[in-house]
């Protein structure tokens, strides 16, 4: 493998997890909830 | 000296056992021996360290103590900021790192009294999990010549289990304080995010990036910890919750903590001598009191690819001036990782800091509902030897790379307090580790964990042989 080939399967690899998951995220689901979590300040956001 | 433990530098300064002056000529003098062939220090300032320590000494004499750390030598990783000292964040282009600030963390433990003895080697950029540097030399391990010490933070821990200084600042964006802290026999804790002002120090990754301490003990830490912790205007992300007193209740034991071992993730592809080493830490802590419990954990390779995806595009973005300027001046591996961080889209990048936040939420409700710590092994592989890995093909490297710090990653992902503590020595002689766990902010617990541990097993008592 070179070393091209090597980083987009590392790209691949990292993108997947988006792919897997992403579809699952609340529409009120953002970045700034993750200080709130570490905070202990935030409840899982409404599904709709 | 400096084989003793910084707790027990600092009481002899204070009770006039030891001067400032003395320890600091003791650091120097193993370092002018050693440093030759361990490369803990990129800039070592001999006459700097001898000016302060001498005003610290005089201070003394006249009753005037700073704080906790009076007279007591430690190192900053190459990438804090110190006035008057050049910061080279393991390149060889100082001249694109400059900062308005010092370090806010590392200004914090001066104020307190403490000596800098210099900056300290790393990885490239921080970009790296076993201390390797082209320009600067890779970093070797004190315990067994020809070995790796694990990094980015090399310095960091090679230089306190070298005896140069008593202790050391290092940052961690996916291990890089716990992987050297492993390899190197030493404690080291990446602090929960925003626990410790990042102000000052280069910038990595700002979702990924923790700055914290190395030392021979938890009780070290603990006392370094006190020092840097706490709010900083300078730093948007540094958490306005008071500092509690993490030495108040060091001694207290651990009587009925729940410590959980993970079923998943985190013993698959470990050494069988590794993954022993951390069951048997978990049996001495069922003996100290603690109540062990085996336990499923949510998915942790889900963090570490949304936690690798964030730092590489931050990283990208952050370093672009000096990778389209001077691409020629990076390691070729470094240079790879930052090109790949160019190619993720901004609707990956955002998904992944979404995905993070509910991935957090959740780990902390699963977990914490059921146990207080979680242990884990820090790598899974003792500190490798630098043959094989400068034998190995730019992909073998990489591969290798990725696992090595695939037990720590998922923790800047989810932003939990995390302690490397040691555990023992491989039949090969070199040094294990357990990584301990807690929810956000509960520093406290995991360095009371740590120092009852220590004070049972008393691993922390062996030195290196230079």
Same mark, same amino acid.
């Given at each position: 493998?070179?070393?091209?080939?090597?980083?987009q399967?590392?790209?691949?690899?990292?993108?997947g997890?988006?792919e897997r /998951?992403?579809?699952? /995220?609340? /529409?009120?689901?953002?970045?700034a909830?993750?200080?709130?979590?570490?905070?202990?300040?935030?409840?899982?956001?409404?599904?709709? | 000296?400096l084989?003793?433990s910084?707790?027990?530098?600092?009481?002899s300064?204070?009770?006039?056992?030891l001067s400032?002056?003395?320890?600091?000529?003791?650091?120097?003098?193993?370092?002018r021996?050693?440093?030759?062939?361990?490369?803990a220090?990129?800039?070592?300032?001999?006459?700097g360290?001898?000016?302060?320590a001498?005003l610290?000494?005089?201070?003394?004499?006249?009753?005037?103590w700073?704080g906790?750390?009076?007279?007591?030598?430690?190192?900053?990783?190459?990438?804090c900021?110190?006035?008057?000292?050049?910061?080279s964040?393991?390149t060889?282009?100082?001249?694109?790192?400059?900062?308005?600030h010092?370090?806010?963390?590392a200004?914090r433990?001066?104020?307190?009294?403490?000596?800098?003895l210099?900056? @300290?080697?790393?990885?490239?950029?921080?970009?790296?999990?076993?201390g390797?540097n082209a320009?600067?030399?890779?970093?070797d391990?004190?315990w067994?010549?020809?070995?790796?010490?694990?990094?980015?933070?090399?310095?960091?821990?090679?230089?306190?289990?070298?005896?140069?200084?008593?202790?050391?600042?290092?940052s961690?964006?996916?291990?890089?304080?716990?992987?050297?802290?492993?390899?190197?026999?030493?404690?080291?804790?990446?602090?929960?995010?925003?626990?410790?002002s990042?102000?000052?120090?280069?910038?990595?990754?700002?979702?990924m990036?923790h700055?914290?301490?190395?030392?021979?003990?938890?009780?070290?830490?603990?006392?370094?910890?006190?020092?840097?912790?706490?709010?900083d205007?300078?730093?948007?992300t540094?958490?306005?919750?008071?500092?509690p007193?993490?030495l108040?209740?060091?001694?207290?034991?651990?009587?009925?903590?729940?410590v959980?071992l993970?079923?998943?993730?985190f013993f698959?592809?470990?050494?069988?001598e590794?993954?022993?080493?951390?069951?048997?830490a978990?049996?001495? @802590?069922?003996?100290?009191?603690?109540?062990v419990?085996e336990?499923?954990?949510?998915d %942790?390779?889900?963090?570490?690819?949304?936690?690798m995806?964030?730092?590489?595009?931050?990283?990208?973005?952050?370093?672009?001036?000096?990778?389209?300027?001077?691409?020629?001046?990076?390691?070729p591996?470094v240079?790879a990782r930052?090109?790949l961080g160019?190619?993720i889209?901004?609707?990956?990048? +955002?998904?992944a800091?979404r995905l993070r936040?509910?991935?957090?939420?959740?780990?902390?409700?699963?977990?914490?509902e059921?146990?207080?710590v979680?242990?884990? %092994?820090v790598?899974?592989?003792?500190?490798?030897?630098?043959?094989? +890995?400068?034998?190995?093909t730019?992909?073998e490297?990489?591969?290798?790379?990725?696992?090595f710090?695939?037990l720590?990653?998922?923790?800047?992902?989810?932003? +939990?307090p995390?302690?490397?503590?040691p555990c023992?020595f491989?039949?090969?002689?070199?040094?294990?580790?357990?990584?301990a766990?807690?929810?956000?902010?509960?520093?406290g617990l995991?360095?009371?964990?740590?120092?009852?541990?220590?004070?049972?097993?008393?691993?922390?008592?062996?030195? %290196?042989s230079?």
């Amino acid at each position: 493998m070179t070393e091209k080939q090597q980083q987009q399967a590392e790209r691949a690899s990292m993108l997947g997890v988006i792919e897997r /998951l992403a579809g699952e /995220l609340a /529409l009120a689901e953002e970045p700034a909830r993750f200080i709130a979590a570490l905070e202990g300040e935030d409840e899982a956001p409404p599904r709709a | 000296m400096l084989e003793e433990s910084l707790t027990a530098v600092a009481e002899s300064i204070r009770a006039g056992k030891l001067s400032p002056v003395e320890a600091v000529e003791r650091c120097l003098e193993r370092a002018r021996k050693w440093d030759g062939r361990i490369r803990a220090f990129i800039t070592l300032d001999e006459e700097g360290a001898l000016r302060s320590a001498r005003l610290l000494e005089a201070e003394a004499a006249a009753g005037r103590w700073r704080g906790p750390l009076h007279g007591v030598p430690v190192g900053f990783k190459d990438l804090c900021h110190l006035e008057g000292q050049p910061t080279s964040c393991g390149t060889r282009t100082p001249e694109y790192f400059t900062s308005a600030h010092a370090c806010t963390a590392a200004h914090r433990l001066l104020e307190a009294g403490a000596v800098s003895l210099g900056k @300290l080697n790393m990885t490239e950029l921080a970009l790296g999990p076993f201390g390797d540097n082209a320009h600067h030399g890779d970093a070797d391990n004190p315990w067994r010549a020809g070995h790796a010490t694990g990094g980015s933070s090399s310095g960091s821990g090679a230089g306190v289990a070298a005896g140069f200084f008593a202790g050391a600042v290092g940052s961690d964006t996916g291990g890089s304080i716990r992987l050297p802290a492993a390899c190197c026999g030493v404690v080291g804790l990446k602090p929960t995010y925003g626990r410790v002002s990042r102000a000052g120090a280069m910038v990595l990754s700002w979702s990924m990036d923790h700055l914290g301490p190395l030392a021979w003990t938890a009780r070290d830490v603990a006392l370094m910890l006190q020092v840097m912790a706490g709010r900083d205007a300078a730093d948007a992300t540094a958490s306005r919750r008071a500092v509690p007193d993490y030495l108040a209740a060091i001694d207290h034991g651990i009587k009925d903590v729940r410590v959980g071992l993970p079923e998943n993730y985190f013993f698959l592809g470990v050494e069988d001598e590794m993954a022993d080493g951390v069951r048997q830490a978990a049996r001495q @802590l069922e003996a100290l009191g603690a109540r062990v419990v085996e336990m499923r954990l949510p998915d %942790p390779q889900h963090m570490t690819d949304v936690a690798m995806l964030i730092a590489r595009v931050e990283s990208s973005t952050l370093h672009a001036r000096l990778l389209r300027e001077q691409p020629e001046a990076l390691q070729p591996a470094v240079r790879a990782r930052l090109e790949l961080g160019m190619d993720i889209s901004a609707y990956d990048y +955002l998904q992944a800091l979404r995905l993070r936040a509910k991935l957090t939420r959740a780990f902390i409700h699963d977990v914490f509902e059921e146990v207080d710590v979680l242990l884990t %092994p820090v790598i899974p592989e003792p500190a490798p030897a630098w043959a094989s +890995l400068k034998a190995a093909t730019v992909e073998e490297f990489n591969a290798r790379s990725g696992r090595f710090s695939r037990l720590t990653r998922p923790f800047n992902g989810y932003g +939990l307090p995390a302690l490397s503590v040691p555990c023992g020595f491989t039949t090969a002689g070199l040094p294990m580790a357990f990584q301990a766990v807690g929810r956000p902010f509960d520093e406290g617990l995991l360095l009371k964990l740590g120092h009852a541990y220590q004070e049972a097993a008393g691993w922390h008592l062996r030195r %290196p042989s230079l």
